[in-house]
């Protein structure tokens, strides 16, 4: 597909990060420059690019893949790539490999730690050997203990963004958050981020200490912080929101046509939106979607991502590939007019039931 997005160059001045879009992929073009913007992140002081890096599929976990087997090589690239265009806010987690995600990124970011806004993740419980127990550990010593060993693998002395994954039901988020402030003293994390929160918890967090950012997944397929009230009770505090598999973990690009498109360990089949019984229904929302993103001239991909952009929020894509970090980076740069987002409303209203996001246990583990 030929678009005036497929084509992005780029060049960097100082500070000023400029992506030129060409009109074809002819090279007979008129270039547009577009700076792409930066925003804040909560109200402590956190600047990141308008778009991040969702860097989980960069990596295999334990012995499976997540979404078909990684490149090293290509995934280090992107994230280069990504950086070049400006897109210098990556997201990792202790649990994605586990380990095997933030050892990468320490490879790629080498001699140039101080370019890159690094966002990481603890909670779901990592023993001594390295195996992942599945239960959620939010107390104070294991908070202590997972920083240090983050930092060891991102090769680090900091981490500019340190979320708790999931909350631990059993430990009082007040001692999980008074633990993490004590990393912001210390130096150890920049600011403080919890993920799949409610308001309730978010409350008391800040209560406790700052908190700059909340992760929870968001897309048109995903969307119940919003019916939660979770969004609005963020905005009430400062705190800004990161949308994680905002592209419904591709199954907005369209390139999902069948579940037989997926690999046979891909994590996606575990999930019930891409089983049977929703599947074939959200392959028609999809065909939807992409029919309007035709019109526009832009992938689906582009569509679902600007379409979070104009909410004010901050998408973090996930992707292994220099070709799709340069179309979703590219997403940026579209502008949706009232008419547009009322049609993609129509097409996805709040409400539809595209299918859990999760299998049941993962599910029990939202707070
Ligand atoms: N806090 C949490 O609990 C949590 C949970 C899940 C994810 N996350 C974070 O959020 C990030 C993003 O979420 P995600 O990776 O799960 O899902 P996502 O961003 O919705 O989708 C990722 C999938 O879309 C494909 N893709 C990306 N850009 C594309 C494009 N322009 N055209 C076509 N296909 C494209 C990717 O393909 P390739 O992989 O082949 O490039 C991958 O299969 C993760 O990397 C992770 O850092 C956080």
Not at 149 to 164: A, E, G, V
Not at 286 to 294: P, S
Not at 323 to 340: F, G, M, R, W
Request: charged share 25%; hydrophobic share 35%.
């Amino acid at each position: 597909m030929c678009n005036r997005f497929n084509r992005v160059l780029h060049t960097t001045f100082g500070d000023l990060h400029t992506v030129f879009l060409s009109e074809s992929a002819t090279f007979d073009y008129q270039i547009i420059t577009m700076e792409i913007k930066k925003i804040k992140l909560g109200n402590q002081g956190l600047t990141v690019p308008q778009i991040g890096l969702g860097c989980m599929g960069m990596t295999g976990f334990q012995e499976g893949n997540m979404y078909g087997k990684a490149d090293e090589q290509e995934a280090i690239a992107t994230i280069h790539r990504s950086l070049e265009l400006g897109g210098n806010f990556l997201d990792t987690a202790d649990l994605y490999g586990p380990f095997k995600n933030e050892q990468l990124i320490a490879k790629a970011i080498d001699g140039q730690r101080d370019q890159y806004i690094i966002a990481s993740k603890f909670g779901w419980e990592i023993d001594e050997n390295d195996n992942v127990t599945w239960a959620i550990n939010g107390k104070k010593e294991y908070v202590k203990k997972a920083v240090e060993r983050s930092l060891k693998h991102l090769n680090t002395d900091y981490i500019d963004l340190y979320y708790m994954h999931r909350l631990d039901k059993y430990t009082p988020i007040e001692e999980t958050v008074e633990a993490m402030g004590e990393l912001v003293k210390e130096g150890k994390i920049g600011y403080i981020g919890l993920s799949e929160v409610s308001s309730e918890t978010v409350r008391r967090a800040h209560a406790v200490h700052p908190v700059t950012a909340v992760q929870s997944e968001y897309s048109l397929f995903e969307r119940t912080v919003e019916e939660r009230g979770v969004l609005q009770t963020l905005s009430e505090l400062g705190i800004g929101f990161v949308a994680y598999s905002p592209l419904g973990r591709g199954f907005l690009s369209g390139e999902i046509r069948s579940i037989d498109d997926l690999p046979e360990d891909d994590f996606r089949r575990a999930i019930p939106r891409f089983q049977k019984e929703y599947f074939y229904k959200n392959i028609e929302l999809v065909k939807a979607i992409e029919a309007l993103a035709k019109e526009k001239s832009v992938t689906s991909s582009q569509l679902a991502l600007a379409w979070i952009i104009s909410k004010g929020i901050l998408p973090i894509p996930g992707t292994k590939r220099r070709k799709y970090v340069e179309q979703n980076i590219a997403a940026s740069t579209i502008e949706l007019s009232e008419a547009d987002l009322a049609r993609l409303d129509n097409i996805v209203p709040l409400g539809t039931d595209t299918g859990k996001p999760y299998d049941e246990f993962s599910m029990g583990l939202i707070d």
